[in-house]
């Protein structure tokens, strides 16, 4: 079946550092990937997506690029700030409802 | 963006008893919406998916008796935890499909405290 590994938290960087979460993936057929963000008392936001092979989702300073070879769609940003501290997930979605398979979530804290 | 809602945002019950607990599109209509179970520091694990006018889809383990799942309108949809049990408390969250092009968009989550 589906699943997604996800790099294990907590993540603590000083502001303006560089951020990279890993994610690996495993599924058939051609999932759709995701990275949703978790802001403290809030509901997920989906931060960026890639529908195939070698697209770039980016979204406010954030990117990942969808893997085929490595199965993998890491997120990177390369100056990160206080409000982005919060929970991400990685996730991929397939089938006809395009379920959701989440990764067990990267608790970030961004120190001033 | 589109706004998905829950209610109650938190619940605290007695063993035995019966949760219902709503999730709604505000301003688009959503043939599909989902429910998750969240643990602490844990992943998002689907439980269902709810499609309006049939019946739910749940995911292996997941105890239909258990979690009633109704969606009736393309707004509105229910879980009911019935005959809830301390091992029942747990983050609850849904979402809704839709908007153009299609996504899932998540309510802000029901915490559910069986005592």
């Known amino acids: 079946g589906n699943s997604v590994t996800q790099m294990e938290g907590p993540v603590t960087l000083s502001e303006e550092a560089f951020l990279t979460i890993n994610c690996t993936y495993t599924?058939?057929?051609?999932?759709?990937l995701f990275w949703y963000v978790q802001y403290p008392g809030e509901g997920l936001q989906l931060l960026l997506k890639?529908?195939?092979?070698?697209d770039k989702g980016s979204n406010k300073g954030f990117e990942a690029t969808y893997r085929k070879e490595t199965t993998s769609f890491h997120l990177e940003k390369g100056s990160v700030q206080v409000s982005d501290s919060a929970v991400y997930f990685c996730a991929l979605g397939s089938g006809s409802a395009r379920q959701l398979t989440f990764g067990s979530g990267t608790q970030l804290t961004v120190l001033p | 963006g589109a706004v998905v809602s829950q209610h109650p945002s938190r619940v605290i019950c007695k063993s035995g008893t019966s949760v219902k607990i709503e999730c709604r599109s505000l301003d688009f209509q959503a043939t599909t919406m989902f429910w998750y179970r969240q643990f602490p520091k844990k992943s998002l694990m689907l439980m269902a998916t709810s499609n309006e006018g049939s019946k739910a889809t749940y995911e292996q383990g997941v105890e239909k008796d258990k979690f009633l799942i109704n969606h009736a309108s393309l707004t509105l949809s229910t879980l009911t935890v019935t005959s809830a049990h301390p091992e029942d408390s747990s983050f609850y969250i849904c979402?809704?499909?839709?908007?153009?092009?299609?996504?899932?968009?998540f309510g802000p989550g029901t915490r559910l405290l069986v005592l």
């Open positions: 599924a058939t057929g051609y999932p759709s």
């Open positions: 890639a529908t195939k092979a070698d």
């Open positions: 979402s809704a499909k839709g908007g153009t092009p299609e996504t899932q968009y």
